[in-house]
């Protein structure tokens, strides 16, 4: 997989939060973006491909569960870190029902804010790593020419390191 810098999707109300975390996070080599809002999330992940997104749970429009959903049906390998300030365990266990990589509570530190999205993406690889070398098994077994393995490599890589 490639050493490139980790893409961040950053989803909170708090415009300033957004903005403040954005800035720690590209000082420390990150690639992020932000989004106000679960729509302009959606949006940015119809154009980009994230590793790991950061999403406030409670949120206008659509709440941090709905808008996990909807992240994972458009990028089914995203690690999602959900934060609150108002969390419940009813929350908590919903997110890992939807296959949230982890569930903080505000205020948390940067530094640890920080660690949690490197182990989240350190997951990431690992899955993608790991489905790359199934499909590679499989494909190998299929008897393909020469040229459809070539060919059916380069795909692989396309699909899984994005």
């Known amino acids: 997989m490639s050493d490139r810098p980790t893409r961040l999707l950053?989803?909170?109300?708090?415009e300033e939060l957004v903005n403040y975390l954005s800035k720690r996070f590209k000082m420390k080599g990150l690639d992020v973006q932000g989004a106000n809002s679960g729509p302009a999330a959606l949006e940015l992940a119809q154009q980009s491909t994230f590793d790991v997104a950061v999403l406030d749970l409670k949120m206008p429009e659509m709440d941090g569960l709905e808008v996990l959903g909807a992240l994972k049906e458009e990028q089914p390998f995203l690690q999602v870190i959900m934060l609150t300030?108002?969390?419940?365990?009813?929350?908590?266990?919903?997110s890992?029902?939807?296959?949230?990589?982890?569930?903080l509570s505000k205020p948390y530190e940067f530094e640890?804010?920080?660690?949690?999205v490197g182990e989240?993406?350190?997951?990431r690889?690992?899955?993608?790593?790991?489905?790359?070398?199934?499909?590679l098994e499989d494909m190998v077994a299929q008897?393909?020419?020469?040229?459809?393995?070539?060919?059916?490599?380069?795909?692989?890589r396309r699909l899984y390191e994005q």
């Open 10 to 14: 950053l989803i909170d109300d708090e």
């Open 85 to 94: 300030g108002h969390g419940s365990i009813d929350s908590a266990l919903e």
């Open 96 to 103: 890992g029902r939807r296959d949230a990589f982890k569930f």
């Open 112 to 116: 640890k804010l920080l660690e949690v």
């Open 120 to 123: 989240a993406h350190a997951e």
């Open 125 to 135: 690889r690992r899955f993608l790593h790991e489905r790359f070398q199934e499909e």
């Open 143 to 156: 008897s393909l020419s020469p040229r459809e393995i070539m060919d059916e490599t380069q795909r692989l």
